[in-house]
């Protein structure tokens, strides 16, 4: 094989090789991009069952909670005396403000879970979109690359 045949093939193998790095790039890309949406889907459901179980346990906490405010008032001539004394009215008052607290407790806890839940899909969001931007660069850097080119035998030598 003489020289410009040469320079021919090598050319030919290096087009052939960059193409297959070029393929397994994005092979790479691809495999990293599925990782990291099954680690979102599956970060959703973890969030999902997370504020669930805190919605039921807060729920399940209220129905004691009224079933103990319901506990402090008297019944039978007991409660008819608490009414003409104004007892049950210092009853209600006080299961109403404890009502309030343990509402704004159960929204602070709701709250502080879907803080943390957010900071922690941010974190996973700005990793997914990080590799995003890889794969647009790398995808322009190999649109601003020149195809290669054939050389025609040099007959002139």
């Not at 109403?96 to 899909?121: N, P, S, Y």
């Amino acid at each position: 094989m003489g020289r410009p045949e040469a320079r021919i093939q090598i050319a030919k193998d290096m087009t052939v090789r960059l193409e297959m790095l070029s393929q397994e790039q994005k092979s790479v890309f691809d495999a990293r991009k599925t990782e990291l949406e099954e680690k979102r889907q599956t970060l959703v459901r973890q969030h999902r069952d997370e504020r669930q179980k805190l919605r039921e346990t807060q729920h399940s906490n209220w129905q004691h909670k009224q079933q103990a405010w319901w506990n402090n008032f008297n019944t039978g001539v007991r409660a008819l005396f608490d009414r003409i004394m104004g007892k049950r009215r210092k009853i209600e008052q006080r299961n109403e403000q404890d009502a309030w607290h343990v509402k704004m407790g159960q929204q602070q806890e709701c709250d502080a879970l879907v803080f943390q839940q957010l900071e922690t899909r941010r974190t996973l969001q700005s990793r997914i979109e990080r590799l995003e931007q890889l794969e647009v660069q790398r995808r322009e850097h190999n649109r601003d690359r020149p195809p290669p080119r054939q050389r025609a035998p040099d007959w002139s030598r």
